[in-house]
């Protein structure tokens, strides 16, 4: 397993659409491990594969950081299938690291997805967990944060980055 490169908002990677996982094969399996690896060593709770410059329809969340094994979700080719509600919560991502800002999501998601053995499936969510399926899968689709922030708020976070790029503390990867 290896800790892999979590590209920062300004690389042309994060706005592309993923492609579809078509064979399970041992890459992807080491993928989601190296994912997984990832995302605890960032102390996030989910990550895109896009995310890490692999442009893979696969995304890992645990809401546990590792705590509850049998809970951590593993999921191919999510897309969202029913959407209900919304709220506006704080909300950060590993591709924007130290930043958080209010952002609008669904109070309540259903995805349809694959298992890392082929079987396609349904989970639904809520609170937390929706923010969750909604953030990994706006990443797979190409989307960021700041697509679901106000025009102020999110006028007003980009400028948060600029300023740590000004004083070299944000270097976008490519």
Not at 68 to 81: H, W
């Amino acid at each position: 397993m290896a800790i892999l490169k979590i590209l920062k908002y300004g690389d042309p990677r994060l706005q592309q659409p993923a492609e579809p996982v078509t064979e399970i094969t041992d890459e992807i399996h080491r993928i989601v491990q190296d994912m997984l690896e990832t995302m605890y060593y960032a102390n996030g709770i989910g990550l895109a594969a896009n995310q890490v410059g692999i442009l893979k329809r696969i995304c890992v969340i645990d809401l546990h950081h590792g705590q509850k094994p049998d809970e951590v979700l593993v999921i191919l080719n999510p897309t969202v299938i029913e959407e209900e509600g919304e709220v506006r919560e704080e909300e950060g991502c590993l591709s924007f690291p130290g930043l958080y800002a209010p952002v609008y999501r669904p109070r309540r998601v259903r995805l349809r997805g694959q298992t890392l053995t082929g079987e396609w499936r349904e989970w639904e969510g809520e609170g937390l967990l929706a923010r969750a399926f909604s953030h990994e899968t706006d990443h797979l689709n190409g989307k960021l944060i700041i697509d679901r922030m106000s025009p102020f708020t999110r006028a007003s976070f980009l400028r948060r980055v600029a300023k740590r790029q000004r004083h070299g503390e944000w270097e976008a990867s490519s």
